[in-house]
C-alpha cells in the first residue's frame, strides 16, 4: 500500500524554467514531509522539509507547498539548472513514529540546457 | 570526512545462501536505517534502531536480520528466507531525537543468482 504517490515518474524541464515536482499522500496524519534528492549511484541527500503546521517552506531556489486539505505536496525549483538532473523522492512521517518515513516512487527530473 | 560507507557496491549471491551488507557511519548518529528500493517503488523501511543494542522492524523485515552492537556499524544480513532479495538497499542514519533528515550511504546492489 503506498501511502505516499509521485504519479509522474519523469520531467523535463529548459534551462532557467520553473519546476515542479508533486506528491501526494494518503494518510492524514502525516505531520513531516521532506524532499530528497538523487545522483545515479549515490544516495539519496536531504533538499528542504515543511511541517504541516506550515503551507510553504523556501531555501533559495528551492520551495515546498503543502495543501493538506488536498493531502498534496510540491517542490519548485526556480530557476531550474542543468545540474538539478537527478531523481526527486518525497517522504513523510507520521507523529510518534520516531524517525520512520515512508517515501514516494521518486520523479526524474531532467534539465535541458 | 563524516559521512556513511556501505560496502561493497555491488554484491552477487547465489539462492539460499546468507548474504551480510555492511553500514558504517562516522557522524556520530544515534539513529540507523535499512531500506529497500525495487524499481517503480518508493524506499521501504527493513529495519532501524534507535540506539546501541536495540533496533525495530520495520515495513518489510521479514527474511531480514539485523544487529546494533556498535554506534557505528548497522549490517544487514538478507537471509534465505527472504524471498526476493535482489535489489538495491540503502543504509541512512540520523541525530535523534530531532525528527527529519536522514543522511544516505551510496547503496549497495544485491543481485542473487
Known amino acids: 500500500d503506498q501511502q505516499v504517490k509521485q504519479n509522474s515518474p519523469s520531467l523535463s524541464v529548459q534551462e532557467g524554467r520553473i519546476s515542479i515536482l508533486n506528491c501526494d499522500y494518503t494518510?492524514?496524519?502525516?505531520?513531516?514531509f521532506l524532499w530528497y534528492k538523487k545522483y545515479p549511484a549515490e544516495g539519496p541527500t536531504f533538499l528542504i522539509s515543511?511541517?504541516?503546521?506550515?503551507d510553504k517552506n523556501e531555501d533559495g531556489r528551492f520551495t515546498v507547498f503543502l495543501n493538506k486539505s488536498a493531502k498534496h505536496l510540491s517542490l519548485h525549483i526556480v530557476p531550474s539548472q542543468p545540474g538539478d538532473s537527478a531523481v526527486y523522492f518525497c517522504?513523510?512521517?507520521?507523529?510518534?513514529?520516531?524517525?520512520?518515513?515512508?517515501f514516494g516512487t521518486g520523479t526524474s527530473l531532467t534539465v535541458i540546457p | 570526512d563524516g559521512g556513511i560507507t556501505q560496502s561493497p557496491k555491488y554484491l552477487f549471491r547465489k539462492e539460499g545462501q546468507n548474504v551480510t551488507l555492511s553500514c558504517e557511519q562516522n557522524?556520530?548518529?544515534?539513529?540507523m536505517y535499512w531500506y529497500r528500493q525495487d524499481p517503480g517503488q518508493g524506499l521501504r523501511l527493513i529495519y532501524y534502531?534507535?540506539?546501541?543494542?536495540?533496533?525495530q522492524k520495520g515495513d518489510i523485515a521479514e527474511g531480514y536480520s539485523v544487529s546494533r552492537e556498535k554506534k557505528e556499524s548497522f549490517p544487514l544480513t538478507v537471509t534465505s528466507a527472504q524471498k526476493n532479495p535482489t535489489a538495491f538497499y540503502l543504509c541512512?542514519?540520523?541525530?535523534?531525537?530531532?525528527?527529519?533528515?536522514?543522511?544516505f550511504g551510496p547503496g549497495t546492489r544485491l543481485t542473487v543468482l
Open positions: 541512512a542514519s540520523s541525530t535523534k531525537p530531532i525528527a527529519g533528515r536522514q543522511f
Open positions: 494518510n492524514s496524519m502525516f505531520d513531516y
Open positions: 515543511i511541517s504541516s503546521i506550515k
Open positions: 517522504a513523510a512521517k507520521r507523529p510518534n513514529t520516531g524517525n520512520q518515513f515512508y
Open positions: 557522524l556520530n548518529h544515534d539513529a
Open positions: 534502531s534507535q540506539i546501541v543494542n536495540d533496533f
